[in-house]
């Protein structure tokens, strides 16, 4: 969403970006000002321009211009600032949308039950080997959280990070690292989870692979265990994207759901819905079919309208 739509805010975008964009409104910055920035390859770079300035992937024409420029020796603080002062930057304002959708999401993981054995699927954080479940404010302590991710090399190049080989002691218990696919839990046993987190990455996964993954998650839950899953709301973001040449809002995504599709595939795969929310209302951007990051902006919070709000959150149980 962010780090992914940040950390959703979680992955996309790093923090070092976010600040570069604010100095790059002010004034020219130099490198000094674009720490863990100035490392990236030339394409990276531009998709993470785009996504941190303009909130979207590059465009064809826009992507070739733009690494002809940095490739001429154009400064990419340069880069930065033209991108914020051209008029659709102008228009918008990122930053504010970023951190309202995280927000959201930070409630509603402050939210979720308090668990002894927890795992977190996709939960990486390139900001804290902690992970994305503490780093989003969980407020209970656990037994042990186990975070599941692709290897770095697997993962979209807007992802990929150092590994983490070792148990890391967060404030909140011990964390641990698994490196393959969500798809295939095999090597967690049955009934041996209490809460299993996905926060901002079921939409990166094939609609045949999503289903494994809710079949995997009902076998590793203990009966009457909870899964807990955030995930765009495609009724909003078709509304987005209906004037881009992207698919999706984020590159990396195989598919977004509907509210009506996500309660199919919940019901589909054994599982009871306990709580529903949408996260950040769209309320009139639904209602005009005309997207407005402003008022995704101004609207940050757990929402009853889900099928009008930009994310949705939902809080699922294995029965007993």
Known sequence: MLDRLRDTARRRLPRSAIRALRRARRRDPGPEDLPGLDGMSDERFVDVAYW??????PDPVGRADHLSKLRDGMPRSVMLRRLAESPEGQQIAPHDALMSLHRSRMLFVQSLPRAGRILDLGGVSLQSDDGALVSLGYPYSFDHLAIVDLPP???????????????VESPLGPVSYRYHSMADLAGIADGSIDLVYSGQTFEHVSPEDGRSVLDEVHRVLRPGAQLALDTPNRTVTAIQLRDEPMAFIDPDHEVEYTHAEMLALFDAHGFVVERAHGLNLCAAAVDADAFSLEE??????LFADLDRCYLLAYVVRRPE
């Open 296 to 301: 995704l902006a101004a609207h940050p919070g």
């Open 52 to 57: 941190t300035v303009l909130l979207r992937g």
């Open 153 to 167: 090399e697997d993962r979209h190049e807007l992802y990929r990070g150092g590994t983490v080989d070792h148990l």
